[in-house]
């Protein structure tokens, strides 16, 4: 069978949804099927732009094609008769993040309009398509109360197991927590640094991985020389090595993880699971709550600096404890049964 899988792209930007896109290809091969990936630029600044991307999206016309898999707004609007949504996250902006006041869409009557004209589209390509599924609980419910549909929760496998042993093998013989993933705003790097300041001076943090913008590393940058932490706290800001970005956590103490309102378990929060770490996360960060349990899997903190200091401060307390949790997360993770093999046979259904 011939599989497209559909998504879209932002030029040097690289995350969750590419190397899903990407894992996704390598195992529809490994299963037999021909695969390839269409990456459709989409830029969201100016939000007045907006419907002309969809629009040029919703005129593709494909052939050669038998399966298409579309992952996120605006490439789900690609129109193909044998079309399965693996729902990522549509145009937050124009749901839950407007309505907690994060959204780009402009203020009045034309924000108003050009939500209702993604709700409609969105509303209009999902009635098309022949399956729908979504990559997490909350990505579920958020498409159940925003649009009324209702969706087969499809969990990401991770990718590359067997590189996340867990075992610790440098010097540093676990002294850290590793906080990984893109660095922004939303990810809230940010909010550790804020931590470290009030957490135990055992307390050892590595940031890792790459700024969205260069604000967004400078601002981390001049937090850590503002606040003395530059003996407390690593950054790697780059778009790590695959190896090295398990070596970081598999030589880490514990996991940090503070998105807001994730869509996904997330492969940081996933991938730590597997290396049997324990994580650390806020109440208010979504999907990643899915393997994060408060005292059983790690800590769940509200999202402010002294509850986070005391998260911090708990992964040294006793190491024991912190040891338990992780196993905890690896148990709770691999109890949910998800492969690739699996993940593939159900979205070619």
């Known amino acids: 069978m011939k599989v497209l899988i559909v998504n879209n792209m932002a030029p040097f930007v690289w995350g969750g ?8 290809q390598k195992n529809l091969i490994i299963a037999g099927h021909d695969s390839e990936i269409l990456r459709i630029p989409f830029q969201w600044e100016p939000a007045t732009r907006i419907p002309s991307q969809m629009m040029m999206v919703r005129a593709f016309e494909l052939w050669n094609v038998d399966h298409v898999i579309a992952l996120k707004f605006p490439a789900f609007y690609i129109r193909h008769p044998n079309k399965t949504l693996w729902l990522i996250h549509q ?16 203020p009045g009557q034309t924000g ?41 929760v499809l969990i990401p496998p991770i990718n ?71 003996d407390r706290v690593k950054l790697d800001l780059r778009f790590l090595p695959r190896q090295t970005y398990a070596d970081y956590l598999n030589n880490a103490a514990a996991v940090a993880y503070l998105p807001f309102d994730e869509d996904s378990l997330s492969y940081v929060a996933t991938e730590a699971a597997t290396a049997g770490k324990a994580l650390i996360t806020t109440n208010d960060s979504g999907g990643v709550l899915g393997v994060a349990k408060h ?18 401060s708990a992964v040294y307390a006793d190491m024991a404890v912190t040891r338990k949790y992780g196993a905890a997360a690896r148990e709770l993770w691999n109890s949910f049964g998800i492969n690739w093999p699996n993940t593939v046979e159900t979205l070619l259904r």
């Open 17 to 24: 949804a590419e190397e899903l896109a990407a894992n996704l």
């Open 91 to 106: 145009y937050r902006q124009a749901y839950d993040l407007f309505d907690a006041g994060h959204t780009n869409l402009p």
């Open 112 to 152: 108003e309009d050009l939500r209702a004209l993604i709700r409609n589209a969105d509303n209009e390509t999902l009635t098309e398509s022949k399956r729908l599924f979504c990559i997490s609980e909350v990505t579920r419910q958020r498409l159940k109360k925003y649009n009324g549909f209702d969706a087969q």
């Open 160 to 230: 590359d197991p067997a590189l996340f042993t867990g075992n610790v093998t440098d010097r540093s013989n676990g002294d850290y927590i590793f906080a990984a993933g893109r660095v922004n705003g939303m990810k809230r790097q940010h909010l550790l640094l804020e931590a470290m300041r009030q957490a135990s001076s055992k307390v050892k943090l590595l940031i890792a991985g790459p700024p969205d913008s260069e604000a967004d590393g400078d601002r981390l940058r001049e937090m850590i020389a503002r606040m003395g932490l530059s």
């Open 295 to 312: 005292r059983e899997t790690g800590w769940v903190a509200e999202p402010a600096a002294s509850s986070l200091a005391d998260a911090l």
